[in-house]
């Protein structure tokens, strides 16, 4: 495991299905991060987990959208009944410890959705 | 809240000239990283400043943190086409141990034409 892989790359629904979009984290890594990127906009926090464990959902809106990084397997961020604003790059990071100061985040190449 | 804001917001050159882009806030950070975004993937850590007034260099980029751990530069010397990226800067949140919680600016798009 390279790097932490993101999949799909891309993904297009309608407008009332579900995306679901996952993160393998790097190896040892156990803290995920979703990001996400609007057009014209900068990098927004969404949610931070770790194993079985949301940590910090802050960013991410309440309804519709939700997070799991299970025991076994990638972190999923599932988007219920998409609409055309949810349209944007999705980035997940890892990390090996709490604070990416020292460790620095290792961000995926990301999967681009588009609702139409 | 935590804004940083990012200068120029676009910039072409050409090859071989020398540039340099700019991260400020009105807050203080205990760090910032620099980023860089190619289309179609995701942000790719360049660098991490701690201490104010920190010069950090790898090759050709110059990373600078101000005195007062509220701006940063990047200064990149005989750019190359190699070079063409959205640059992000980020810094943590550091309200309630959400240190974690990184705040981008919005980027400055470089193209460099060879």
């Known amino acids: 495991n390279a790097g932490v892989m993101q999949n799909p790359r891309h993904l297009v629904r309608r407008r009332g299905q579900e995306a679901r979009l996952r993160c393998s984290p790097m190896k040892g890594h156990s803290h995920v991060y979703w990001y996400r990127q609007l057009p014209e906009e900068g990098l927004k926090f969404m949610v931070y987990?770790?194993?079985?464990?949301?940590?910090?959902e802050s960013g991410m809106p309440k309804e519709r959208f939700s997070a799991e990084f299970p025991k076994e397997g990638p972190s999923i961020l599932r988007i219920q009944q998409v609409v055309r604003g949810d349209s944007a790059a999705y980035f997940c990071?890892?990390?090996?410890?709490?604070?990416?100061?020292?460790?620095?985040?290792?961000f995926g190449s990301g999967t681009r959705l588009t609702v139409v | 809240t935590q804004l940083l804001e990012q200068s120029p917001q676009f910039l072409s050159i050409q090859e071989g000239e020398n540039l340099t882009v700019y991260c400020n806030s009105s807050s203080v950070f205990s760090s910032l990283q620099w980023y860089r975004q190619e289309p179609g993937e995701g942000p790719v850590l360049l660098v991490t400043v701690v201490t104010g007034g920190e010069v950090k260099k790898l090759k050709r980029l110059t990373f600078q943190f101000g005195d007062a751990r509220k701006d940063s530069s990047l200064h990149i010397t005989a750019a190359q086409p190699g070079d063409t990226g959205l640059y992000l800067c980020a810094g943590p949140g550091d309200s309630g141990g959400s240190n974690y919680k990184l705040t981008f600016g919005k980027g400055t798009l470089l193209t460099v034409n060879p």
């Open positions: 987990l770790q194993k079985e464990n949301i940590i910090d």
């Open positions: 990071a890892s990390s090996r410890g709490r604070y990416p100061e020292g460790y620095g985040y290792t």
